[in-house]
T-cell receptor, first 116, second 111 residues
Framework: NAGVTQTPKFQVLKTGQSMTLQCAQD?????MYWYRQDPGMGLRLIYY???????DKGEVPNGYNVSRLNKREFSLRLESAAPSQTSVYFC???????????????FGPGTRLTVT | SQQGEEDPQALSIQEGENATMNCSYK?????LQWYRQNSGRGLVHLIL?????REKHSGRLRVTLDTSKKSSSLLITASRAADTASYFC???????????FGTGTSLTVIP
């Protein structure tokens, strides 16, 4: 099993350019997440998808859009990149949620994005 | 924000010593998890403790949870150089499977 994979690993964009970050998982998880990690800020949730066909905003959704293409894939799109979006982006997945039960999240290796 | 905060921000110890890091959070939680992140890598789940548990062990890891103080601690016993990493606590918000991550403790274990 590859677990959670992300592409690309590195990306440099100019202000105003657009791009899509790809994420895929092969663990048959229903839930998928996109986080950004900035120095001294920890991880902040951008968007999440509790199941195929559903997406919800997290803590910092502005400037981003997501697509849950199918159960395996969850993409993050920056329509018009800004320097403030320079960050490391992590995709994660987890098993179903039920009541108060929670499950560990499995993380991809990250995408390092620089916007100049 | 319900973000947890780890303390200390950085910790440097000798191999073989114990490492203790703490996490404080602001609101009631269902669960709390600890993750490790090696430099340049994704996070790896270490241990989950539920709100009705007070202590949990996994190998050299010991986690405690004090819901009255809204705090948790992670103890790594007999540390090794390979334990060098950043450690994050993550608290749930009771909505789906969303977690808020803290800012992390950077642990350096000197051989």
């Amino acid at each position: 099993n590859a677990g959670v994979t992300q592409t690309p690993k590195f990306q440099v964009l100019k202000t105003g350019q657009s791009m899509t970050l790809q994420c895929a998982q092969d663990m048959n998880h229903n839930s998928m997440y996109w986080y950004r990690q900035d120095p001294g800020m920890g991880l902040r949730l951008i968007y999440y998808s509790a199941s195929e066909g559903t997406t919800d905003k997290g803590e910092v959704p502005n400037g981003y859009n997501v697509s849950r293409l199918n159960k395996r894939e969850f993409s993050l799109r920056l329509e018009s990149a800004a320097p403030s979006q320079t960050s490391v982006y992590f995709c994660a997945s987890s098993e179903d949620v039920g009541g108060l039960r929670s499950y560990e999240q499995y993380f991809g290796p990250g995408t390092r994005l620089t916007v100049t | 924000s319900q973000q947890g905060e780890e303390d200390p921000q950085a910790l440097s110890i000798q191999e073989g010593e114990n490492a203790t890091m703490n996490c404080s959070y602001k609101t009631s939680i269902n669960n709390l998890q600890w993750y490790r992140q090696n430099s340049g890598r994704g996070l790896v789940h270490l241990i989950l403790i539920r709100s009705n548990e007070r202590e949990k062990h996994s190998g050299r890891l010991r986690v405690t949870l004090d819901t009255s103080k809204k705090s948790s601690s992670l103890l790594i016993t007999a540390s090794r150089a390979a334990d060098t990493a950043s450690y994050f606590c993550a608290t749930d918000v009771g909505i789906g499977n969303q977690f808020y991550f803290g800012t992390g403790t950077s642990l350096t274990v000197i051989p």
